[in-house]
Structures are given as C-alpha cells and as structure tokens.
C-alpha cells in the first residue's frame, strides 16, 4: 500500500511551514510535515510577464582573444541556457512513487505518471526543500508565493498531455553566477551570468529507441520510471558571448547544484540536461537576433559543439542573404551538425494556463534563512579553501580536485591530511604536507586507478593506507620508488586490511639509515656505476653538463632496490665527482 498522503483543500494553499525542532532538517529529504490546510493570504503581487529566456538585457562580458566563432566577426553573439536538473528527493513531485535511475523499467510508476482518469497531483513537500538549496547557491530571491501551470504538448514520453511547471510565477528568480579564474578564465576575466528564473516541474518519461532486426521493425519504447520526478529548471539571461563561456557556465551550474547537495547526479548519468537558445546579430544594431533552440543536450562537449556549429550556420545563412527562422534543432553529435525538429513554439501554441488542481505555494522565510545559514560550502569557496594554508594546493590542482568526481576527492584529501597532522610521531619533512598529499591523490593514485579503469566511486586503497603510505614516505621509511610499489600493491589486490608496514616488513622496503659518505659499500657501488659511463663521467668532470649528476644519482638509487634514500646517494655521488 502506498503511504497516506495529507489530504489538502482544493483551493487552499500548499504551505511550507516555519522552520521550527520539530520539523524535518531542511537536509534530510526522507520526511515531511503535514501541509498546512488554513488559506494563507499574501500581499497582492504584480503581475509579471511570462518568462522567455534569451529576451531580457544581457551583460557583455570580455571574451577571450582568439574565440574561434566570434574572432574579428561582424556578429555579436548571444546565447542563453535552460538547465534542467532532476532534483536530490526520494519521491516524484506529485506522486507516491519512488525516484530511481537504475530500477527495472516500469516499476516505479503511479497511478497520476501514468495518467489513470481520476487521478490528481499531490505536492510532496520534501522536493522543495533541495530546490530551494539551489536557488539560494544561484543567490536567487526565493518568491514567498509561487504557483504551478499546465504546459500542453502531445508526446509520447508525456503520459498527461501537459507537463505541470511554473511558467507565471516560479519559486525563485534574480539570481547571478560569476566566472572568473576560479573557473579556467584567464585572469583579467568576470564574467557575471544572470539567472532569471529558477522553477519547479515534472520530468518527463525516458524514450528508448530500438533498431529493426530481422524479426521485428524499428521501435521507440517508452519507461515511465522517470516520469514526475521533480526538476528545476534554471533559466539564463542571454549573457554569454561564446560557446566556452557557455561551457564554463554549464559546468559551474553543476558543481553548485552538487555541492549543494540539490542534485545527486550529473550529465554523465542523465541528471542533468540542457537546452541552449542561440543567436546572432550585426555588431551596433539593437536588440538580438531571432533566436534558435537546441534541445536535449547531455554533456558540456556537446553543448560547446553545437553552439560553435550552430553559430557558423547563422552567419552563413544572414551572409547569403537568408533569414534566421525561430526553431527548435537537434544536436547530431557524430555528423557534428543540427537538423530542424520544429518550428520554434511560443506561448500561445503550449496553451500555458493555471493548473486548477494545484494551489499557490507559500514558503516562509524563516525557512529559507535556515537553508541558508545550513548550506554546505560552494565550489568557489572550497577552491579558495585548498589554495590558501593550512593546504597550499596550486589553482590547477585545486580546480581539478573540485572538478573531477563530483568533488568526492575533496573529502578523501582532508581525511588524509587530518589524520597525518594528529600523528605526534609524523615528520613533515622538507615537502609542503598539503601539496604531497595532493600529489599522491591526484597524480600517484588517480594515474593508476585511471589506467586500471577503476572509478573513483571503486578506489580501493583507503584514507587510513594513504596517510599510513605517505607518513613512511615522509619519515624516511620508505623511498619514492617503494612508495609507488606500496601503492601498486593497494590498488592491485583491493583489500581494506592490507596494513603498509606489513608490506614494507614482508618485501623489505624499508631505507638503509646511512648518511651516505661514510658508507663504503655505497661508494663502491657508486664507483662501479659510474665507471659503466665514461663519457657521461666526463662531461660532469669537465663541467659541462653537471646535471648529470642526477642521471647518476638515479642509478645508485636504482641498484639498491630503493633502500637508500635520496639524500645519501647524493652525497656519495658529489664526494666522487668533488673528489
């Protein structure tokens, strides 16, 4: 049976309740407080507009010399995105029914999804709460009454024949984004996006398309398991002059909306998909260029791509002598072209109208201030974090552990270097500990998990080995070169248990405590190698190349096994040649 859900007035408000001990954290999605019954009244608003993204007044941000599809260009180019994000709740927006990715198909399908006669959409109030962590990461101003509208179109992904959105008035608007170095710009680079609106509404079902086979002709079949979850669809001003800032743009989105734990999964698994609305116009002339939709767009390659394409598609047209006509295309990724899917819809052909069954939505501002004052750390912010001490990390590294795997590296980082610091014996030696620790994630061990096609999801050596891995490398234990065959080790046979200095004792890795030229045996096997290269011997002798003597040091290192530290096998390779 599925769970009771409150029963509500028709024409009562859905109320989001003041924050209060016992109500459900804002943070938890896995309960919701009865909705409030009472009608709420609220000041009259103005009426607004209906929202038509790539219409308002864009900021012209710097473009970086060397733009391939706006270089020396008699064409001003403005683009606008729609992301749509599926949101971090674990029902759909108007049903019972459970959110999946991965469930068998159909098997998480409602009666409303599905569109049975009779039924009507119930609000679950846990979707809104993520929704509203989003549009406060976006800096938007969270609109106290909002409402829900009907979208008509005929599809066969679109069990109802409407989609239920907000068009009129939705949830949030008047939010910003800032590029800037942080993001890959160049230094002398900002960028503000504006954010126009931020709305919530129901996704639609997912269309599998199958080839014919000797058996059966060519079929689209349709899985409702994503039908009616809940979405928010962020909405840009035409702010953006080229297709890297689009990218960059894009990208930024999705780490905001992870970071605030808004949304789980990104464009790689289908959680988040774009639409951008492209146009061109002559450089001086007012207003902007009769605009052009392409739809359904599922990775930041593919949105730069067909940006770029579609922007030399304009100009060829106007400079024939054509006319842009307002579209709606589709992005061929392998031929790297677009094709016509329709003429471009407007408000008049979706018949946008109230929903009659839904009534307005009230949020509380004591709610939002809660989210507010709770929402976890931004990108922006955690970049700034890593490059500054205690951790020190360059902005390469620092982006790039924001960047790869949802930020999941960033945890794994901060759990190495606090369990390293709170060790009384640890040594930090000459390295900066941030930076090695950075090193070892990002290139030792991201390398070897890269090349051995393990996920980081599936990375198989713990925090506690890497701290345990680098406190012998640190303390002298362990040379560089052993220290990578620890971690071949871990990453090769996947077992949690596995203790370093177990392998250290077991395969004799640990460095001889020498001071390198009071060893006579180091010395003489110092000797010996540099006698097998003469000239390479010479060239340093004669001081013409003396960098070769890290070529020797190397060697001496080489034909320990390891077992003497750096240090000592430069010493006795500097006694030889000052000798």
């Known amino acids: 049976m599925p769970p009771q859900i409150p029963k509500i007035r028709a024409r009562g408000p859905f109320v989001i309740p003041r924050y209060s001990s016992q109500w459900v954290c804002p943070s938890c999605l896995t309960q919701s407080r009865k909705l409030h019954t009472e009608p709420v009244k609220t000041p009259n608003q103005p009426s607004t507009s209906p929202p038509l993204a790539g219409r308002s ?10 733009e391939k599809e706006n270089k020396n260009s ?8 729609e992301i749509h994000a599926q949101l971090n709740a674990p029902r759909k927006l108007f049903s019972y029914a459970a959110t999946s990715f991965n469930a068998p198909p159909n098997s998480r399908v409602a009666p409303f999804d599905a569109s049975i006669p009779g039924i009507q959409p119930k609000l679950n109030i846990p979707t809104i709460v993520p929704a509203i962590r989003a549009a406060v990461a976006f800096d938007c101003r969270i609109n106290r009454r909002s409402t829900f509208d009907r979208k008509h179109y005929f599809y066969k992904d679109q069990p109802n024949g409407y989609q239920i959105t907000q068009f009129y008035h939705p949830f949030a608007s008047d939010g910003k984004i ?17 954010i126009k609106q931020v709305q919530m509404e129901q996704d639609t079902a997912k269309s599998i398309f199958q080839p014919s086979t000797e058996d059966t002709p060519a079929r689209t079949l349709v899985d409702l398991n994503r039908t009616g979850s809940a979405l928010v669809e962020i909405i840009t001003t035409p702010s953006l002059k080229s297709s890297k800032h689009a990218a960059t743009c894009l990208k930024k989105i999705q780490s905001i909306l992870k970071a605030s734990t808004a949304a789980i999964d990104g464009m790689e698994k289908g959680g988040v998909r774009c639409d951008v609305n492209v146009s061109i116009q002559e450089k001086g002339l007012p207003g902007l260029g009769r605009r052009v939709e392409i739809k359904n767009l599922n990775s930041v390659k593919a949105v730069q791509e067909s940006i770029e394409a579609e922007i030399k598609r304009q100009i060829a047209v106007r400079e024939s002598g054509g006319e842009i006509e307002g579209e709606t295309r589709g992005w061929d990724a392998v031929k790297g072209e677009s094709k016509k899917l329709r003429s471009k819809e407007g408000e008049v052909d979706y018949r946008y109208k109230p929903d009659a069954e839904l009534p307005p939505l009230i949020i509380e ?3 939002v201030n809660h989210i507010k004052s709770t929402l976890p750390p931004l990108p922006d912010q955690i970049i700034s974090e890593l490059m500054n001490e205690p951790f020190a990390l360059t902005l390469k590294d620092a982006r790039t552990m924001v960047d790869l795997d949802d930020g999941a590296r960033v945890g794994y ?3 190495i270097y606090e369990d390293l610091s709170a060790r009384q014996d640890f040594k930090p030696g000459s390295k900066h500990l941030g930076k090695l620790i950075g090193n070892w994630t990002l290139h030792e061990l991201g390398g070897r998990l890269a090349s051995s096609f393990i996920t980081w999801l599936d990375n198989p050596v713990t925090t506690g080995q890497m701290a345990d891995l680098l406190f012998n490398l640190q303390n002298g234990t362990l040379t560089a ?3 990578k065959r620890v971690l071949d080790y871990l990453v090769t046979f996947n077992d949690s248990n596995i203790r370093v200095k177990d392998l250290i004792e077991e395969y004799d890795l640990g460095t001889r405590s020498t001071s390198g030229e009071d060893d006579e045996g180091l010395i003489k096997l110092a000797n010996h190698i540099i006698s ?3 000239e390479k011997a010479e060239q340093v002798r004669s001081g013409k190349k003396l960098n070769l003597k890290n070529f020797f040091i190397g060697n001496l290192m080489k034909a320990t096994g390891g077992k003497v ?3 000592a096998c430069k010493q006795v390779i500097e006694k030889i040649f000052s000798a």
Do not use: H
């Open 565 to 567: 530290d750096v240090q």
């Open 365 to 367: 501002e004591s709610l």
């Open 532 to 534: 097998e290269y003469p």
């Open 481 to 483: 070169g052993n220290a």
């Open 413 to 415: 980082y901060r759990s």
């Open 57 to 66: 007044q864009s900021v012209k941000p710097t473009t970086k010399s060397g």
């Open 178 to 194: 800032i590029l800037n170095e942080l993001d890959g710009l160049e230094p002398s680079e900002v960028v503000e996006i504006g």
């Open 74 to 81: 008699k064409w001003e180019v403005t683009v606008g995105l």
